[in-house]
């Protein structure tokens, strides 16, 4: 059998014969078939299931009974004009723009500290990450009791002698959706932290050490180089932050249920409670599809800023 023999070009550069050539093509295609279990899969698990339950908002079915009839888009009617609904919509915004600005801040100022010389990073970095590993739900019941009444913070406040400042932070309405936000950002800032140190570690020492040659101080080596490399892994933590603060729930189950009132309650509070408290179903699901398209659009127009940014 004839083997593949190379031509030379007039510039003297040796090129792979066109069999040589189409067999590397034909191997670019094989990785293709291995995503096509995948794909089915995901498909079969995720796609099929959510349209099937979308299909469920137009109609009034109540979980139960096999009959049922499509009623048009009354039920997200019943959404935009449920002041429950309303409420929880303008929470779960508020809850996740705060814990995505104060997260990622918090995590950032850990992963600059930590990536110095300090001795004690490692241990630092173990001691930041720990509570990332805690189930939010445990998080929540544990933050719940710090916060109570008569809970730590209060004791510790009135033990430094400033008692005037304690305070009811999960019974009042003004603050009981910032205490959530503090129990977020608390669990969840060592996450960041850690997308940050990669990114920080990637950046090549040779670039920090020419800017300080030209003479660029401590923040203007961050601003103008530290803080433009950092650009995927903002982006990566600031897409993973709003997605989890728009789909909020273990923590607030756990630290108000929803209240007082609705002054915490979320969008998926709100699908839990519709769902299986009242079984109300097709409403649940309606606000369910309402969640997904904010959150799509969200997600695309922080996209779109940061892709323009970075270009």
């Known amino acids: 059998m004839a083997l593949p023999h190379a031509t ?39 796609v099929v299931p959510s349209v099937n339950g979308a299909l469920f908002s137009f109609t009034d079915w109540n979980g139960l009974r096999p009959d049922w009839s499509v009623v048009g888009l ?3 009617a019943r959404v935009f004009a449920d002041r429950t609904a309303r409420d929880a919509l303008v929470n779960t915004l508020v809850l996740a723009a705060a814990a995505t600005v104060v997260q990622n801040v918090v995590g950032l100022l ?33 933050w719940s009791f710090l916060l109570s009444p008569n809970g730590a913070v209060n004791d510790a406040l009135r033990a430094v002698g400033l008692g005037s400042l304690a305070h009811d932070w999960l019974g009042d309405p003004d603050t009981a959706l910032y205490a959530i936000v503090a129990e977020i950002v608390w669990q969840f800032s060592g996450y960041s932290m850690v997308i940050y ?17 030209d003479g ?34 273990d923590q607030v189950m756990a630290m108000t249920g929803g209240g007082p009132g609705t002054a915490t309650e979320t969008i998926s509070t709100t699908i839990y409670k519709s769902a299986f408290s009242l079984g109300d179903f097709p409403f649940s699901i309606a606000l369910a599809v309402v969640m997904t398209v904010v959150i799509a659009v969200l997600a695309g127009i922080q996209f779109r800023l940061t892709q323009r940014k970075s270009s």
Do not use: H
């Open 110 to 142: 850990l992963a600059l500290g930590v990536n110095s010389m300090v001795k004690s990073r490692y241990v630092l970095r173990v001691i930041f990450f720990a509570p990332v590993v805690l189930t939010p739900l445990v998080a929540g019941y544990v």
């Open 74 to 76: 009354d039920n997200y």
């Open 216 to 249: 660029a101080g401590a923040w203007s080596k961050f601003r103008r180089v530290v803080l433009p490399l950092l650009n995927g892994a903002v982006v990566i933590n600031v897409m993973l932050c709003l997605i989890g603060g728009l789909k909020q729930f």
């Open 8 to 46: 030379t070009t007039p510039s003297g550069i040796r090129e792979p014969s066109v069999a040589g050539r189409s067999r590397r093509k034909v191997g670019v295609r094989a990785p293709w078939w291995f995503v096509v279990p995948a794909i089915a899969v995901y498909l079969f698990i995720v």
């Open 197 to 213: 140190l990669a990114g920080l570690q990637a950046i090549p020492s040779e670039v920090l050490e020419a800017a300080t040659i």
